[in-house]
């Protein structure tokens, strides 16, 4: 009977040796807000009653709160009952609504004006507005972020001169392109066309999971060129695309202007406890045709992928890869180069071809982190390779940009220093903004 016992007792030991924890739940969660309704604050919340609690989830909830940036006060606890985790938030939130203007200048000079604002209708909203103009001509573009929902609306219109170089390069171009090629290349210039160019654009986002997004983006596209036929004419096209992302830092907070979104700047100036990583993707498909109302078939496949190191310190290392292929594109539907690097470096002129891909990387060292801001340096390399006159042409850069961020102030500003790996040119420019 003891041996009996004794065998019973040893086999408990084992089974409780080897049970498993139980899997805590969410259980209720409480919330409550300046403005916005109690109801509001909980769906904006990424767990819900019932849903698995785990330490990493929990603080990826409170991320997607802090990233809303309309909140000047943020409190979380999380109490054990009875095998669940009630969740209690406490938020003061506010509304924001400022202008903002700037002028660049350079070999041609550029101007804007953007309004943005946030929580206007208490729902965690923010929405923008922005026009702007240089002698190549204007663009302006309307959005909204609303819950899962994202909608914007964007109108260019350009006129400008495409110059067309020796070795597949073309000078780059846009309202915001303040560079002017014109007088250091010109013992190699070939060519020079004159360009109009009208954009209509939609984009509507849904996000499915705190990771998963997917986008439709119907665009209206119209190229006229003179004296050279080209491809004038109608060029409209449809994009689809999914995105995944995840602990990819966002890049403006514009309700730091008013105070508002500052709630977890105590935390990011804490060093990390240990290092972390993120990541971003996305697949997208463009297509165009006689169903578009196009005068040209169009058909192109892209993938642009981000990861990134940051460290217990917080200086990060960032890495990104872009692959473009046009199975179909006339002309002004080819693929340019710039669109393959990281837009880390400043450059006057280009490659376009029907297929390519990049690669970029960079290293962020702050110099700075306290109360004030923070200042960095970022050294970074970019190449990519896209194929034009029946071979793959290279273009590359190096650099580093030296910027500093006021907590108050959304935007990192400094300075840009570029070396094209190629020609040999130098570009030193005005930062204004930043993706990390």
Known sequence: MKKHLLWLLLCGLGLSG?????????????ACATRMSDKTLQRLFLLKPGDPFTPALYEKAQDDLHNLRVFKKLEFSAQDREGKKDISIHAQDGYYIFPLAFVSGGKKSAAALSLAAGNLFKQGESTFFFVGGSSDGFSAMAGANIGKDFFSLGFTKLNFNQRF??????????VFSTTDDQNEYNSSLLEQIHTRKEQLSFTYMHRFSRILRAFVRPEYVRYTYSPHAQDNGSHNQITLGIRLTDDIRKGANMGALSGYGLTDKKQSLQNLPRARQGYAASL?????????????????????????LELKNRNMWVIEAR?????KASFSDEI??????????RYDRQLRGTRGAGAATSFVYYLLRNETGLLSLAPFYEIAYVRTDSRYRPHSGAGAALTYKLWRFPFPFGINYTHNLQDGSHQVGFVFGGKF
């Open 165 to 174: 170089y020796q070795n597949g390069w073309s000078n780059t171009f846009g």
């Open 18 to 30: 080897n049970a498993q924890p139980p899997v805590m739940t969410v259980g209720e969660v409480r």
């Open 323 to 327: 692959a473009q292929d046009a199975f």
């Open 284 to 308: 997208f498909y463009t297509a165009g045709g006689d169903w578009t109302a196009s005068d040209y078939d169009i058909s192109k496949l892209g993938l642009e992928m981000a990861w990134v």
């Open 336 to 345: 340019f180069s710039t669109e393959l690097l990281g837009g880390m470096g």
